[in-house]
């Protein structure tokens, strides 16, 4: 059996490369994935959690599912807005979103 601290090193590993990602990625897809990367760090706690401290519980599980749906409508939405800002400004580069205002 896998320790427990091996998989909150991995979610950590993935949280902060996210939150890296998300501050320094200037393209708008990379931020994108930046913040899966976050998210999924949190549903492999949620996992983690439920196996180690509760294993006849089944919430961390249905958490980590929600999670995941969520995940998914918030990825279709956010690839759905960046193909029209790229449709329209033809970049997606974060900086140039500030044109859209004008």
Same mark, same amino acid.
């Given at each position: #059996?896998? $320790? #427990?601290?091996?998989?909150? %090193?991995?979610?950590s590993? #993935?949280?902060?490369?996210? %939150? &890296?990602g998300?501050?320094?990625?200037? !393209?708008?897809?990379?931020?994108l994935?930046?913040?899966?990367? @976050?998210?999924?760090?949190?549903? @492999? !706690?949620?996992?983690?959690?439920?196996?180690?401290?509760? $294993?006849e519980?089944?919430?961390?599980?249905?958490?980590?599912?929600?999670?995941?749906? @969520?995940?998914?409508?918030?990825? =279709?939405? =956010? %690839?759905?807005? %960046?193909? !029209? @800002? &790229?449709?329209?400004?033809q970049?997606?580069?974060?900086?140039?979103? !500030?044109? #859209?205002?004008?």
């Open positions: #059996m896998i $320790p #427990m601290e091996h998989y909150l %090193i991995l979610s590993i #993935m949280f902060f490369t996210g %939150i &890296y998300f501050i320094t990625r200037k !393209n708008m897809l990379a931020v994935i930046s913040i899966e990367l @976050i998210l999924n760090s949190v549903e @492999i !706690n949620f996992s983690v959690f439920n196996r180690y401290l509760y $294993p519980g089944m919430e961390g599980m249905i958490f980590s599912l929600f999670g995941i749906a @969520i995940s998914a409508a918030e990825t =279709a939405v =956010a %690839i759905a807005i %960046i193909i !029209n @800002i &790229y449709r329209n400004m970049d997606i580069s974060v900086r140039q979103i !500030n044109k #859209m205002k004008h």
